[in-house]
T-cell receptor, first 113, second 119 residues
Framework: DQQVKQNSPSLSVQEGRISILNCDYT??????FLWYKKYPAEGPTFLIS?????DKNEDGRFTVFLNKSAKHLSLHIVPSQPGDSAVYFC????????????FGTGTRLKVLA | NADVMQNPRHLVRRRGQEARLRCSPM?????VYWYRQLPEEGLKFMVY????????ESGMPKERFSAEFPKEGPSILRIQQVVRGDSAAYFC?????????????????FGPGTRLTVL
């Protein structure tokens, strides 16, 4: 049962434009969400997070939006840069006291110069 | 994040051998997590450990897999009698402690991973 879903396996965006990566979840107990970026042969790197008490969090070019009623979150990157080309994973934290992450399957972003 | 160290980076084993994967968390971190990434899939939680304690091993296969995080030294993920299906990238992550969800930051810092290939 895939509790965190990233339905777009890949996305191509022109440099300078906005990249929007989407993530849906099914478990209403999730109360903390994160986005990680991963380059080939490296570990995931934390990008930005949001708790369920907020609906938006911004950090530089990265903004995460959370729509709890729709169980949907999105990551906006603007302006997109070629160095942003990577696989992006969204993750949700299970509020069971163990703090393990449930990851989506990832979206491969390619920013075209 | 180079500060979370994993070794070896690449490990090749034949079926039936044992694989030992090591993880040294970031300095000051006492929580360690292991995740597995199969080809074309996301990362799957395996186990969460604190020093000398297994907190949650709900993602660990019931047989052949074990993990420890001793008082001294790195965390070890051990796979006995490996099979081809164990071939994957294994990532370790660490965190210092936890804030209450919604009131603080809870990010985990990942190591570069160990790529296990079973022949």
């Amino acid at each position: 049962d895939q509790q965190v879903k990233q339905n777009s396996p890949s996305l191509s965006v022109q440099e300078g434009r906005i990249s929007i990566l989407n993530c849906d979840y099914t478990n209403s107990m999730f109360d903390y969400f994160l986005w990680y970026k991963k380059y080939p042969a490296e570990g995931p790197t934390f990008l930005i997070s949001i708790s369920s008490i907020k609906d938006k969090n911004e950090d530089g070019r990265f903004t995460v939006f959370l729509n709890k009623s729709a169980k949907h979150l999105s990551l906006h990157i603007v302006p997109s840069q070629p160095g942003d080309s990577a696989v992006y994973f969204c993750a949700a934290m299970v509020d069971s006291g163990t703090y393990k992450y449930i990851f989506g399957t990832g979206t491969r972003l390619k920013v075209l110069a | 994040n180079a500060d979370v160290m994993q070794n070896p980076r690449h490990l090749v084993r034949r079926r039936g051998q044992e694989a030992r994967l090591r993880c040294s968390p970031m300095k000051g971190h006492s929580h360690v997590y292991w995740y597995r990434q199969l080809p074309e899939e996301g990362l799957k939680f395996m186990v969460y450990l604190q020093k000398e304690n297994i907190i949650d091993e709900s993602g660990m296969p019931k047989e052949r897999f074990s993990a420890e995080f001793p008082k001294e030294g790195p965390s070890i993920l051990r796979i006995q009698q490996v099979v081809r299906g164990d071939s994957a990238a294994y990532f370790c992550a660490s965190s210092p402690r936890f804030e209450v969800p919604g009131l603080g930051e809870n990010e985990q810092f990942f190591g570069p991973g160990t790529r296990l290939t079973v022949l």
